[in-house]
T-cell receptor, first 113, second 110 residues
Framework: KAGVTQTPRYLIKTRGQQVTLSCSPISGHRSVSWYQQTPGQGLQFLFEYFSETQRNKGNFPGRFSGRQFSNSRSEMNVSTLELGDSALYLC????????????FGAGTRLSVL | SQQGEEDPQALSIQEGENATMNCSYKTSINNLQWYRQNSGRGLVHLILIRSNEREKHSGRLRVTLDTSKKSSSLLITASRAADTASYFCAGLNTGNQFYFGTGTSLTVIP
């Protein structure tokens, strides 16, 4: 079984731009979660999508949005980028029910200049 | 923030020694999971303990859970250089949402 695939692996953007990150979950997984990881804040939960619906949301501004397609693939969009958005963005997929073990992709490293 | 905290933030030990890291969390949980992250990569699931369990073993890993203190510990016995990584605890709350701890950076010196 293929693992979780995130594209692209690296991105460099400038302030004010927008960016879209993509995540392909493990086949059969219906839940996709997104996390932001920074040295200062650790791993912060952004949101979770399950069967194309946002099921959970963390405490991030509306500039961060996402969606999930019928094949469970998910995209995350960040509009009006700020310097503080520089981070490793991790996607994780799971079956969606308890115990909800998360399977992570390798991440997208976003640098905002 | 409902994020958990881990202690210590960094730990350096000799190969063959045991490593213990602790995690505290803030919300009620259904289960608590430990993950490992090699530098700049995704996290890998290590072990899970349910809220009605007190101790779990898996190979060289031993995890304990004290729900009254909202804390957990991970013990890695007979550590190896390949165990060098960051370790995170993650509590799954009743809303099916994860809150990760801040992580412990473990260095095992050969």
């Amino acid at each position: 079984k293929a693992g979780v695939t995130q594209t692209p692996r690296y991105l460099i953007k400038t302030r004010g731009q927008q960016v879209t990150l993509s995540c392909s979950p493990i086949s059969g997984h219906r839940s996709v979660s997104w996390y932001q990881q920074t040295p200062g804040q650790g791993l912060q939960f952004l949101f979770e999508y399950f069967s194309e619906t946002q099921r959970n949301k963390g405490n991030f501004p509306g500039r961060f949005s996402g969606r999930q397609f019928s094949n469970s693939r998910s995209e995350m969009n960040v509009s009006t980028l700020e310097l503080g958005d520089s981070a490793l963005y991790l996607c994780a997929s799971s079956h969606g029910g308890e115990p909800n073990i998360q399977y992570f992709g390798a991440g997208t490293r976003l640098s905002v200049l | 923030s409902q994020q958990g905290e881990e202690d210590p933030q960094a730990l350096s030990i000799q190969e063959g020694e045991n490593a213990t890291m602790n995690c505290s969390y803030k919300t009620s949980i259904n289960n608590l999971q430990w993950y490992r992250q090699n530098s700049g990569r995704g996290l890998v699931h290590l072990i899970l303990i349910r809220s009605n369990e007190r101790e779990k073993h898996s190979g060289r890993l031993r995890v304990t859970l004290d729900t009254s203190k909202k804390s957990s510990s991970l013990l890695i016995t007979a550590s190896r250089a390949a165990d060098t990584a960051s370790y995170f605890c993650a509590g799954l709350n009743t809303g099916n949402q994860f809150y990760f701890g801040t992580g412990t950076s473990l260095t095992v010196i050969p």
